[in-house]
């Protein structure tokens, strides 16, 4: 970082006698807890253990502390800081991967309750798959996450991205300190932004070079992020906005303009610096697709399939399920749209003519944005009324939709979303991609917002974060999609689509949507195909819409196998909730197995096998 930064944060200690001590890199104020390498696993109760595990883990991701809302009391310190950066960092966390798995592998199992053995279970499931993946030469693994990515910076890789939202929706501003905490942490980013660049170098000398069409994505919107940097926008306007709502009697214009100032004199040069290995990649790039064509690119999928999915299927294996289960859901839609009138061609053929109805388009431009918020909020209205016909036991998320940041809405999907965090101060989130209309229609809209927010992953991670702490930091990609999923099909058997028959098409076009992910994420990855045979596929089998399955592709070829995870869970469930109706016949109850799978919590397939199978004990008595 250049000199002039340096200045800067250790100026922050001068502002309202705050310590600069307590708020440099790795320095949490109060904070003393033990070394997981020094705690005797028979010495602490089981959840004392599994939380000393999780507070170990949040020391390497103190950002994630934040998100979870409990960087509070002593550890408010991890509010000013991203931890320790680079290859110190990653050393530094696999350590402590490796410590807190030998624990959680040694701890007397006996007298433990079930909730806490399945507590020990997800710790030693995520932490030996991210030890597997860090033990790759390159890529970054997210840990009890799913957005594991061997380039470090792409179109939907990378700081660029991420900083501008974290600051933007999850860093707080509500008192005097947090101020100055934003600005510590703010100070970090050129330094994590050149740590990145480095290992992306680092890659290129091994011959990892991500496709030259995804890097014509990111260098497109990394001039965007430069620009944006250069301003001091992405930055400064969150801190500013902090302050107006939250701090109004205060006098912060001095913090506000330093803010503005790391972003353009220290952020954007770092910034600018990617940029230029960007271009040196784009030089010696191929438009090869799949990870087949990078050095170890066979042992990073077959890796990447399992953390993704929690099982040990083959790329074969998933290629040849998404291909059975596109047939069956395509078997589903042929008479709906009989029924409606669309009787020539394939399903794929009549889908992509459905699309094209202007009775279930929405209005080009901001009309048609703003129908589209409408139209969400409406569904998300009608969803919550539901769900006491579902669960035996209810939450209330305070869900709020988003339209997704302008720099970022190229490279992402249609949607994405998640619950708030553990206190409540962070809002659960649907964040919609609306950098064009015609990315959505009238009759797949719903079940994308189903996906995203009720009964999907804002309910879900609502449950998890009133599960013990290990169990709201660790998620599971086949789970968390599976769920979101099996959220869907719960809305369509709650009636979503009783009275609107093109919308169960496009439910069903959903599942097979996921269905086409299994059969082209492998195809990229272990089949050799391009990426315009990926596109083909959904356009032609599937009646996708092109400009959706552009980005969606491109997504796979950055983060291979985690598509995988979505069809492989939610079939996965639904046959847990098939063999409960076997074994247990009339004593069956739709609302008490989805509560036992959702209080089971976020977990391997396997685990969530064990909670069914305590589910049917009790329910027999």
């Not at 502002?15 to 904070?31: E, Q, T």
Request: hydrophobic share 40%; proline share 6%.
């Amino acid at each position: 970082m250049p000199a002039r930064s340096v200045n800067r944060r250790e100026a922050l200690g001068t502002f309202g006698g705050v310590s600069a001590l307590a708020l440099l890199p790795g320095c949490a104020a109060g904070y003393s807890q033990p070394s997981l390498r020094d705690t005797p696993p028979d010495t602490l109760s089981p959840d004392r253990m599994l939380d000393r595990i999780a507070y170990a883990m949040l020391e390497h991701e103190p950002g994630r502390a934040t998100g979870l809302g409990i960087d509070n009391g002593e550890y408010a310190g991890w509010r000013g800081t991203f931890g320790k950066v680079g290859e110190e960092g990653r050393e530094a966390y696999a350590s402590t991967l490796r410590d807190a798995l030998e624990k959680a592998r040694s701890y007397p199992r006996e007298g433990i309750s079930a909730d806490q053995q399945v507590g020990f279970e997800v710790v030693e499931t995520a932490f030996a798959s991210a030890l597997e993946g860090m033990a790759l030469p390159y890529g970054e693994v997210a840990v009890g996450s799913w957005r594991n990515a061997p380039y470090v910076v792409i179109q939907n890789v990378g700081g660029y991205i991420d900083y501008p939202r974290f600051f933007g929706s999850t860093q707080p501003v509500r008192s005097d300190s947090d101020v100055y905490l934003y600005l510590n942490r703010l100070s970090q980013v050129p330094t994590i932004l050149d740590a990145e660049r480095e290992r992306m170098r680092e890659a290129r000398g091994m011959g990892v070079v991500p496709p030259d069409f995804l890097l014509d994505k990111a260098i497109a919107q990394m001039e965007a992020s430069i620009a944006a940097a250069a301003e001091g926008t992405p930055y400064a306007g969150p801190l500013a906005e902090g302050i107006r709502a939250n701090l109004p009697d205060g006098s912060f214009d001095e913090q506000v303009e330093m803010a503005r100032e790391i972003s353009r004199l220290d952020i954007a040069p770092a910034l600018a610096a990617q940029m230029e290995e960007l271009k040196a990649q784009r030089a010696v790039a191929t438009s090869d697709a799949g990870m087949w064509a990078r050095p170890m690119g066979d042992e990073w999928y077959d890796w990447a399939i399992r953390a993704s999915t929690t099982t040990s299927l083959s790329p074969d294996e998933i290629h040849r399920q998404g291909l059975e289960e596109l047939a069956d859901l395509h078997g589903r839609m042929d008479p709906i749209l009989r029924e409606i009138g669309y009787t020539k061609g394939t399903v794929g053929e009549r889908m992509k003519a459905l699309s094209k109805d202007p009775r279930y388009q929405f209005a080009k431009g901001d009309e048609g944005r703003a129908e589209i918020m409408a139209f969400i909020e409406e569904r998300i209205g009608w969803i919550k009324a539901q769900m006491p016909r579902a669960f035996t036991q209810l939450v209330d998320p305070n869900l709020e939709v988003r339209r997704l940041p302008l720099a970022e809405e190229p490279g992402a999907p249609g949607a994405y979303g998640g619950a708030g965090s553990k206190d409540g101060t962070i809002p659960s989130r649907m964040w919609i991609n609306l950098r064009t209309t015609d990315l959505h229609r009238k009759y797949d809209l719903p079940d994308l917002t189903f996906h995203e927010t009720i009964p999907g992953h804002v309910w879900e991670g609502e449950f998890s974060n009133r599960l013990p702490l290990i169990r709201s930091i660790l998620a599971f990609n086949a789970f968390s999609e599976g769920w979101a999923l099996y959220g869907e099909q719960l809305a369509d058997e709650l009636g979503a689509y009783e009275e609107f028959k093109v919308g169960r098409l496009g439910y069903l076009q959903s599942l097979a949507f996921r269905a086409c992910r299994l059969v082209v994420d492998t195809g990229l990855h272990a089949k050799r195909w391009t990426r315009e045979e990926g596109r083909r596929f959904f356009v032609e089998e599937n009646g996708s819409k092109p400009q959706e399955v552009a980005s969606e592709v491109d997504r796979y070829c950055s983060w291979p196998g985690q598509a995988c995870g979505y069809k492989v869970g939610h079939t996965q469930i639904v046959e847990q909730r098939e063999r409960a109706k076997t074994a247990l016949g009339s004593a069956f109850d739709f609302r008490s197995f989805n509560t036992a799978v959702i209080l089971g919590g976020n977990a391997p397939l396997n685990v969530v096998e064990n909670t069914v199978g305590r589910y049917i004990a009790g329910a027999r008595g």
